[in-house]
């Protein structure tokens, strides 16, 4: 079965520094796209980051980019989401999520196939 695993958020000051990782089981991560996106309580889920799984080709979006890094770690299996220069604007679930459609480079905006149960990032002022 396929499934995506979030974990490494928690509480941090603002300034501070997060990696969150993504375990996937049941495929390789080096064959499906891997994003990266977040929900606020009362706002829409945002959508963040991509990475490819043909050329690893990354994509950001403007409010993290320059601050949030997305990497992927193929003997484990693993996606990293490396948030530095953390804001309280940053509190949020974090949730990965699969794209079977080959795309190269990646997109954010199209359904994702799975996605994890995500992971609670809190920022404080």
């Known amino acids: 079965e396929v499934q995506l695993v979030e974990s490494g958020g928690g509480l941090v000051q603002a300034g501070g520094t997060l990696r969150l990782s993504c375990a996937a089981s049941?495929?390789?991560?080096?064959?499906?796209?891997i994003g990266w996106f977040r929900q606020a309580p009362g706002k829409e889920r945002e959508a963040l980051s991509c990475?490819?799984?043909?050329?690893?080709?990354?994509y950001y979006a403007d409010s993290v980019k320059g601050r949030f890094t997305i990497s992927s770690d193929n003997a484990k299996n693993t996606v990293y989401l490396q948030m530095n220069s953390l804001k309280p604007g940053d509190t949020a679930v974090y949730y990965c999520?699969?794209?079977?459609?080959?795309?190269?480079?990646?997109?954010?905006?199209?359904?994702?196939?799975?996605w994890g149960q995500g992971t609670q990032v809190t920022v404080s002022s």
């Open positions: 049941g495929f390789t991560v080096d064959d499906y796209a």
């Open positions: 990475i490819s799984s043909n050329s690893h080709e990354t």
């Open positions: 999520a699969a794209e079977v459609t080959w795309r190269d480079p990646c997109w954010l905006n199209v359904p994702y196939d799975y």
